[in-house]
């Protein structure tokens, strides 16, 4: 199932808005933005910024909430068609049972400065709280998001493509 292919940009599929977020919704003070441009040949969300671990702090990203909600039995996996830096990334899930902001399943990736595809199998995205079960599987995912994080460096990731196999 394609999430979004950039057909209607900023908007996924579902008509759903890609909003983008910063670790300063908590005090921190990474700085980015995200913008639609073609890397390539390729039509993307260019995300870029400077990340800092700073006051507490370590994350940008672009997120969309997802309605209808996307039932994990239904899929194996997550993909996404990416363009890096060579730096690590992280996609985000967030279901009905991770009700705080610190709550989410992540599964971390590398990328490259040419365009490849990631497969994210549900079954390795690892959770980021105690609280939360310990497996996404069976779980109602509201929202995905692609996440720079965790580390200080300077963001510059596209993504072309995103979607569930």
Same mark, same amino acid.
């Given at each position: ?8 940009p900023?908007?996924t ?27 390539d040949?390729?039509?993307?969300y260019r995300m ?7 006051n507490n ?6 997120r969309a909430?997802l309605s209808?909600?996307i ?5 194996s996996?997550?993909y ?9 990334y ?7 049972l991770t009700?705080?902001?610190w ?6 990736f590398?990328s490259?400065?040419?365009? +490849?595809?990631?497969?994210a199998?549900l079954?390795e ?9 310990k497996?996404i599987?069976?779980?109602? +995912?509201i ?10 460096f300077?963001?510059? +990731?596209?993504?072309g493509? +995103?979607?569930?196999y």
């Amino acid at each position: 199932m394609i999430l979004d292919q950039l057909k209607n940009p900023k908007l996924t599929n579902q008509f759903q808005q890609w909003n983008f977020i910063t670790d300063q919704v908590m005090g921190g003070v990474s700085t980015g933005k995200f913008k639609v441009e073609e890397i390539d040949g390729r039509k993307c969300y260019r995300m870029t910024g400077d990340v800092s671990t700073k006051n507490n702090g370590g994350f940008i990203q672009i997120r969309a909430k997802l309605s209808p909600k996307i039932n994990s039995k239904n899929y194996s996996g997550v993909y996404v068609k990416v363009y890096g830096n060579e730096k690590n990334y992280n996609l985000h899930l967030r279901t009905g049972l991770t009700l705080a902001p610190w709550q989410y399943y992540s599964y971390t990736f590398a990328s490259t400065k040419k365009w +490849i595809k990631i497969r994210a199998p549900l079954k390795e995205f690892k959770k980021s709280n105690f609280y939360q079960p310990k497996s996404i599987l069976g779980q109602n +995912i509201i929202s995905i998001g692609l996440v720079a994080g965790f580390d200080d460096f300077k963001s510059d +990731i596209c993504l072309g493509e +995103i979607g569930f196999y």
